[in-house]
């Protein structure tokens, strides 16, 4: 796979790969410092079990009333799907189906990438049942133009947003767009996207007023300055009409079945094409990084000048 965008794991289950406790440390560590350099890790055989039958069940649902939702959420730690309806028996497999999908990516990371086991705060898992080309989304919610990911709801405070995707579509590829990484986009845009504004005093103040709405339980997030630099900057980008047509771009076809690892919040990505992905996020404290050196976070700062986690 001469000049692939993405790193192909071949390793991983080979025979006589990953056996002694030590190789196996030194593996991981490598694949999360890839990762967070802004690598895309890709597999081409599924690791998890999901059945076909379970994988068509997933397909052949009636999603079409989602429209305006992204896509169906399912949360691991309690157990909880969004998104879906119909009579309890199907609602209940498809919990069934979520449940055990999740648990077994939630394992299978924690063995490739061990450093980041237990230090992690596992996220949502989703599924993308609906033709992503040429959906009529708000231009803010739109994933067909190039963003970096940053969550309203879940602020990190410097912790970076891994994701683990599936191509579940038996006969299509997912396609992605990507384009340079974080620093080069950062280095060109995060200065007239706002960066010093959000990290100077007055943004401090509207800061802790809104983490004393936090504390009072009338909002539920506390945001750093990095968190609400990210949120600007994933709106930012996505309004940038000319970033969006001249920034140079390198498409990923994801075929069927296949799997990839991503860091979303470094690697600016778009989907293109494609239906019926599955995914699992992380969200990684900047205690677990193994180079804390190349996260967005440090870079925001060296621009800033400033600290910008606090
Ligand atoms: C995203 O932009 O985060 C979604 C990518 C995808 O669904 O393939
Ligand atoms: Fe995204």
Sequence with gaps: M??????????????????????????SRAYCEMLERGEILFFRELPFQLSTDDQRFLREQQWSELRMHKNVSYRPTEDVLRGVSGDSATVERLQKIFRSYSAQVIDFAGKFLSPYKDKWILD??????????????????????LHVDAFPSRPTRGGRILRIFTNLNPSRPR???????FGAIAGKFAKT??????????????????????????TSAVRSPYDMFMLRFHDYL???????????????????????????DCVAHAV????????QTFLIPPAA????????YRILENIAGRPLTA
Excluded: C
């Design 272 to 279: 293109m094409s494609g239906q019926y992905a599955i995914e």
């Design 289 to 296: 990084l193994v180079t804390p050196d190349v996260a967005p």
């Design 193 to 218: 996207a706002g960066l010093e504004k959000i990290a100077d005093d007055d943004s401090a103040i509207s800061r802790a007023v809104q983490n004393l709405g936090a504390k009072l339980g009338l």
């Design 238 to 264: 996505k309004e940038n009409a000319d970033f969006q047509k001249n920034t140079p771009k390198t498409q990923i076809d994801f075929p069927p079945l296949a799997t990839w690892i991503v860091f979303t």
């Design 175 to 181: 396609v992605w767009n990507t384009t340079e990484n």
């Design 124 to 145: 949502f898992a989703s599924f993308r049942p609906l033709e992503e080309e040429g959906r009529d989304l708000p231009l803010h919610k739109r994933n067909d133009l």
């Design 2 to 27: 001469a000049n692939a965008p993405w790193i192909q794991v071949e390793d991983y289950k080979a025979p006589g790969g990953w056996t002694s406790g030590e190789q196996r440390e030194a593996r």
